[in-house]
């Protein structure tokens, strides 16, 4: 399983960005996928995590109100919908694949190379 992030860029504080995942190999649909973000000075952090079927979601505490992770299945795509970005948002952003619904970044077995995201005036 491969996955490829795309979709950082320069934005605002108070602005939106949507990250993209796109997943290739066999059995994508399976997995659990998380969002994780390494900011500069700050360990990689978990942010948000979807089940295999879209009916588990869970957030780190900081972006639960701001950010909406999504996935669809029939085209192996997973989104990170990001609005009212702050610059402490900033940092390389990470989807992985996992067999277990966790922020910890742990148990992932398949990660992206990453997607920087900078939020600043």
């Known amino acids: 399983l491969q996955l490829v992030e795309s979709g950082g860029d320069l934005v605002q504080p108070g602005g939106s960005l949507r990250l993209s995942c796109v997943a290739t190999g066999l059995g994508a649909w399976g997995f659990n996928i998380a969002w994780f973000r390494r900011s500069p000075g700050k360990e990689r952090e978990g942010v948000a995590c979807?089940?295999?079927?879209?009916?588990?979601?869970r957030y780190l505490e900081d972006v639960k109100d701001r950010f909406t992770i999504a996935r669809d299945n029939r085209k192996n795509i997973y989104y990170l919908h990001m609005n009212d970005l702050k610059p402490e948002d900033t940092g390389v952003y990470y989807c992985a694949a996992g067999n277990t619904l966790t922020l910890d970044g742990r148990v992932y077995v398949y990660w992206g190379q990453g997607t920087q995201v900078t939020v600043s005036s």
């Open positions: 979807i089940s295999g079927d879209s009916s588990r979601k």
